[in-house]
């Protein structure tokens, strides 16, 4: 009995120095087996958490019994023995985890690719060969074939008629070509500044081969007036004179792209500029009016020779008395059969027969 | 709503000058409240400030008009005064000319009013004058241009143009969908 005892106490002892493999959980520890993750939603006992010396046991015994109950799930899995080693192969790992990096943001649209899009424009797929008709064979789109069968076509240019006819054809479509490239390439470096948000110098006018059209002099002509140091403000202006309009053309103007809007006034100060305002058109000297002063200067005329005529009737007599041949020079023509014919008074005018 | 430039509130002004003479101030200064000129889409409106600040809450691009329209201004920057700026202008009238019944009607359709339309004119009416058009009872019509003095009128043969036609309240039907 002895020997008996001897090995359970032995064996007892064993088991207090290790700790059974079955935790006891109210709610269930959920896991994710392949990312070797246990999440335990049980509540903590605050009080042994508070309590400065039984912390870190309280812990530590918390977590040995959530990795003991991970571990009894590893071990469900099917084990395999390589190299002695017994090993398990986990499943794929339930939870998403975050990336480390941010999220690539997506590549800047060039010019085209926004207009395109705003318009719906859809790129189209094309053979990467073509027939062609004179040949009689299958050109490539680009690539050195596309250029020899470009070159065995053109063997002639003919001249045009409105061109000059000396005028090498073949040298003017390799200057197109390469002033194609070169625009191209000016619009790549373009669009990556655009997308840099860089400022690109101003560039100005383009120049042209030939003569520049209506609407480019007129730039042309803003531009150059607002070019001084006082942005053109005291250039004289023609009478009809209008500024350039156009696409682009406010941002080639001198000091236009710096004006800022006025701040709103207050009711206050609006009223008051407005009746300022006011003020100055009322008050603007009128132009002279030469018809109106001319049709006044008429009118006193005609209302001064009335009052004559009714001031000079009751003198007549006396006139007439001094026997003088007084006429009233008036403007108009004197018409005679007015009233009574007096015998004594001479007929002015011419005699009538 | 914005405020209007200097530039176009000097054409504004000069343009009602034109009609009411020195009463413009009058319909900035007035007792009852402050009211200004505002502009939308080249559209003018005379707006009390009480209800421009309410006007101010209504998302701009959900916004027709606030006010009263006076005008709009063309595309060559010149003001053109609406029928709308009747009730506001004809108080203050320096100028103003009688139709008479008979000639209504054509005025209404938007003709110019002749010599033997017309009833009755303000003494000394200069030429090319800015006139508000009334009817024999006083009611008022619309706007006008003399293109006579009122002197020049009495030798005028009936079939002369008196005045120029510029807004009538025809309009309110004729042009609605553009008054606004």
Redesign the interface.
């Known amino acids: 009995m002895d020997i008996v005892n001897e090995i359970l106490e032995r064996e007892q002892k064993k088991a207090e120095k290790y700790k059974p493999i079955t935790v006891e959980k109210h709610l269930d520890v959920e896991f994710d087996v392949g990312t070797l993750l246990a999440s335990d939603t049980n509540d903590l006992d605050l009080k042994v958490l508070q309590s400065d010396n039984e912390r870190d046991k309280y812990l530590e015994a918390l977590t040995r019994d959530n990795t003991q109950l991970l571990l009894n799930k590893v071990w469900e899995l099917p084990t395999e023995r390589i190299d002695e080693a017994i090993v398990v192969r986990l499943p794929v790992p339930k939870t998403l985890l975050p990336r480390s990096k941010p999220v690539p943001k997506p590549k800047p649209l060039t010019k085209w690719q926004e207009f395109a899009k705003a318009k719906g424009i859809t790129k189209k797929k094309k053979d990467k060969a073509q027939w062609d008709e004179q040949l009689q064979k299958w050109v490539p789109l680009f690539g050195f074939k596309k250029a020899a069968a470009e070159k065995e076509k053109n063997w002639l240019i003919e001249v045009p008629q409105n061109v000059d006819p000396m005028t090498d054809m073949y040298e003017k479509k390799a200057s197109e070509k390469s002033e194609k490239v070169a625009k191209n390439e000016l619009q790549r470096l373009k669009n990556i500044a655009r997308a840099r948000k860089v400022k690109i110098p101003r560039v100005g006018l383009p120049v042209t081969a030939d003569k520049a059209n209506a609407a480019q002099l007129a730039t042309a002509a803003v531009v150059a007036k607002a070019s001084t140091a006082s942005l053109g403000k005291f250039q004289d202006k023609l009478p009809k004179e209008k500024e350039a309009r156009g696409k682009g053309i406010h941002e080639l103007i001198p000091g236009k792209e710096r004006k800022r809007k006025a701040p709103i006034p207050t009711p206050q100060q609006e009223k008051q500029n407005n009746l300022n305002l006011i003020d100055k058109i009322l008050n603007k000297r009128p132009k002279i009016d030469m018809e109106k002063a001319v049709a006044k200067h008429i009118h006193t005329e005609q209302i001064q020779r009335s009052e004559e005529k009714k001031n000079a009737k009751p003198i007549k007599g006396k006139r007439k008395a001094k026997g003088g041949n007084v006429t009233n020079f008036t403007a108009k023509k004197p018409k005679a059969g007015k009233g009574q014919r007096n015998p004594n008074k001479k007929a002015t005018g011419r005699k009538r027969r | 709503m914005k405020?209007l430039s200097?530039d176009r509130?000097?054409i504004l002004?000069?343009k009602l000058?034109k009609y009411i003479?020195?009463n413009?101030?009058l319909l900035?200064?007035r007792p009852d409240g402050?009211y200004?000129?505002r502009e939308k889409k080249d559209r003018v409106y005379y707006i009390s400030?009480r209800l421009l600040q309410l006007a101010q809450t209504v998302n701009p691009d959900h916004l027709v008009s606030a006010g009263t329209c006076f005008g709009k201004f063309t595309k060559t920057n010149k003001f053109r005064l609406h029928i709308t700026a009747l009730t506001y202008i004809a108080p203050y009238a320096s100028y103003k000319i009688w139709v008479k019944p008979s000639a209504e009607q054509q005025f209404l359709y938007g003709h110019h009013v002749l010599k033997s339309g017309l009833g009755r004119i303000t003494e000394n009416t200069?030429?090319h004058q800015g006139v508000v058009i009334y009817t024999m009872s006083d009611i008022p019509i619309g706007f006008g241009i003399t293109s006579r003095?009122t002197?020049e009128c009495r030798h005028a043969d009936p079939l002369a143009n008196i005045a120029f036609h510029q807004a009538d309240i025809g309009e309110y039907i004729r042009s609605e969908d553009t008054l606004m």
Do not use: H, L, M, N
């Open positions: 405020v200097e509130t000097r002004f000069e000058s003479g020195v413009v101030k900035i200064d402050t200004c000129f400030e200069p030429k003095s002197a």
